[in-house]
Nanobody, 119 residues
Framework: QVHMIESGGGLVQAGGSLRLSCVASGRASSYSAMAWFRQPPGQEREFVAA????????YYDDSVKGRFTISRDAAELMVNLQMNSLKPEDTAVYYCNALAVGSIKGLYWGQGTQVTVSS
């Protein structure tokens, strides 16, 4: 069983910054990629950013390119999302996601953390 714990959400003014973190259980070799998704109020969950565990390659949705940075700490099984120049439309519940391989193969989600950006 994979456990993922997120932290770092909160309330910030437009133009401000927040840093989200997510820690996964198990071993680094169990993961292929980790990502962040978000679900704005009344909308579907959407992709934000992802990082490939093996080489650190990163991928972003166009709406956050240049403002958000995803990074991983392989030793700590942690993935971070640095969010700068936040906008009110970034308001959402942010979810950490992990793609696991091997004996625990599957897609796992964290419990979510609220990010609110005031105008």
């Amino acid at each position: 069983q994979v456990h993922m714990i997120e932290s770092g959400g909160g309330l910030v003014q437009a133009g401000g910054s927040l840093r989200l973190s997510c820690v996964a259980s198990g071993r680094a070799s169990s993961y292929s990629a980790m990502a962040w998704f978000r679900q704005p109020p009344g909308q579907e969950r959407e992709f934000v950013a992802a990082v490939r565990w093996r080489d650190g390659s990163t991928y972003y949705d166009d709406s956050v390119k240049g403002r958000f940075t995803i990074s991983r700490d392989a030793a700590e099984l942690m993935v971070n999302l640095q969010m700068n120049s936040l906008k009110p439309e970034d308001t959402a519940v942010y979810y950490c996601n992990a793609l696991a391989v091997g004996s625990i193969k599957g897609l796992y989600w964290g419990q979510g953390t609220q990010v609110t950006v005031s105008s």
